[in-house]
Nanobody
Framework: QVQLVESGGGLVQPGGSLRLSCVAS????????MSWYRQAPGKQRELVAV???????NYGDSVKGRFTISRDNAKNTVYLQMNSLEPEDTAVYLC??????????WGQGTQVTVSS
């Protein structure tokens, strides 16, 4: 059974930082493209960051220069370091693992709230 479990969310003031973690079980993450998405109330799910099997990273325009995605395949874990957080970053952050169109897995998400 595949599980992706996110953690590290919480309440933070504008300008603050958080580090999200996504621990996978039931898959070997080195074989997967790993991504972080987010979904805010009333908005479509948005791609935040993606990291390829080889470690190349790409980011959504709204988080470039502020967020960093990384992976530790030995720990079957992917991270999202979020700096200079803004109220607009408030959302549920979800981890995604994909290896082709038929091998797609989602976590349950972790809430991030940026507010003073």
């Amino acid at each position: 059974q595949v599980q992706l479990v996110e953690s590290g969310g919480g309440l933070v003031q504008p300008g603050g930082s958080l580090r999200l973690s996504c621990v996978a079980s039931g898959i070997i993450t080195s074989r997967y493209v790993m991504s972080w998405y987010r979904q805010a109330p009333g908005k479509q799910r948005e791609l935040v960051a993606v990291i390829t099997r080889g470690g190349n990273a790409n980011y959504g325009d709204s988080v470039k220069g502020r967020f960093t995605i990384s992976r530790d395949n030995a720990k079957n874990t992917v991270y999202l370091q979020m700096n200079s957080l803004e109220p607009e970053d408030t959302a549920v952050y979800l981890c995604n693992a994909q290896n082709g169109p038929s091998m797609l897995h989602w976590g349950q998400g972790t809430q991030v709230t940026v507010s003073s």
